[in-house]
C-alpha cells in the first residue's frame, strides 16, 4: 500500500509540474493581435511600434468596404480582435451584437476624443466604439485636363470623359452622391428614386476605366484617368504626389464618414485589443497617423502634432459651409437588398 501510495504522489508531483509548465509557458509566449482595416490607414511605424511596446504579434487585414468587415467577422468568428468601420456599420453591428462593450478602466487616452465626435447617433455614450477617423467623399479632378467645369455625375457622362474616370467600389457612397444630385436623400429606400440613380449612373459607366478595389490613387497620380470618386484623404495624397489634382465638392454637397475602433463580442485577445486601442489613441501615435493617412483626426490631444500643412488643408478639416454640405450614410436594415442589387447592375 505504502508502495502505491508512493506511486500516485510522484505521477502528482510530475503532473503538476507540467500543468505549471504549460501554463507558464502559455502565460509568457508571445500574444497575437488581429486588426482588420482599410488599406493605407494606418502610421508607418504604428504596428511595428506597438509590437515593440508589448511584444504582441499584429497581423493587419485589409477591407475594401464596410459591407466586408461585416460579412469577414461573421464568416471568421473568433478570428478578430479589433476592426475599424464606419458610422453606420458602428449602427449594424451593435444591433446585431456583434461588438462588445469596451472596458474603459485603465484607458486613460480616451480622454483625448474631442467632444464633437461624441454623442454620436450610433453610438451616444461611446461604449461600443472609439472614432480614429473621419472624412468626406467627393471628386478628385486633374486641372491640367479638366478646366473652371464643375464636376457632377451628369457631367461626367458626356463622350469626352471615355476612359478618363475611376470610382470606389463602394455601393453606398457611390450611390448616395448620385442620389443627393438628383435631390433625393442620400439614404433613400424608395426604389423610384434608387432606379434613377442608377439610369444615371448608368450612363457615366462607359466612360469608367476602373472601379478600385482600394484606391485610385496611383490611376489619378499617373494621370491614366483625370477625374476620380473618392476618399478625401485619398485625394490629398494625390494632390501630395500631382499639384495639378485637385478636391471638388459638388454644389449640392457630399458624404461624410466617421471611422471607428470596435472590439468584435468573440474577439479572442480583448484585453490586448483594449491596449492597442489607448495606444492609438497616444496623442503621439494618433498625430503621425494622420500625418500619413491624412484624413481627419478626432484626437484633439493630437492636434498640435499634426503637421501644419495638413492642419489648414480644407481636404481633411473643411470650412464651416462644406460642412454644412455633407451629410452621413445610415443603416436602412433589409432595404440594403435594393442597392446591393442596383450596385450589382451597374457594376455588369
Known sequence: MKKLLLV?????VIGAGYFALSRNAADTGPEELTVLSWDDYIGLSTISDFEK????????????????ALARVKSNPGVYDVIVVSDYMVDIIKAEDGAMMIDKKGMENLENIGDA??????????????????GTTGFAVNTQ??????????????????GKIAMIDDMRYVLGSVLMEL????NSTDAQEIAAAVNLLK????????????????LMVNENVWVSYAWSGDILQMHTQNADIEYKIPDYGSLTFLDNMLIPADAPHRELARRYIDFILRPDVSAAITDEIQYGNPNTAAWP????EIRESPMVFPAAETIAKLQYIKDIGDDIALYEEAWESIKQ
Open 8 to 12: 500516485l504522489l510522484a505521477f502528482c
Open 53 to 68: 511596446e508589448t511584444g504582441a504579434t499584429v497581423t493587419y487585414e485589409v477591407i475594401k468596404s464596410n459591407e466586408e
Open 117 to 134: 465626435f461624441r454623442g454620436t447617433y450610433f453610438d451616444k455614450n461611446m461604449e461600443y466604439s472609439v472614432p480614429y477617423a473621419f
Open 145 to 162: 485636363y479638366i478646366k473652371d467645369t464643375p464636376i457632377s455625375w451628369k457631367e461626367l457622362s458626356k463622350p469626352e470623359y471615355k
Open 183 to 186: 435631390g433625393f436623400d442620400p
Open 203 to 218: 450612363s457615366v459607366m462607359p466612360n469608367v476605366a476602373k472601379i478600385t478595389e482600394s484606391s485610385p490613387i496611383d
Open 305 to 308: 502634432m499634426i503637421s501644419e
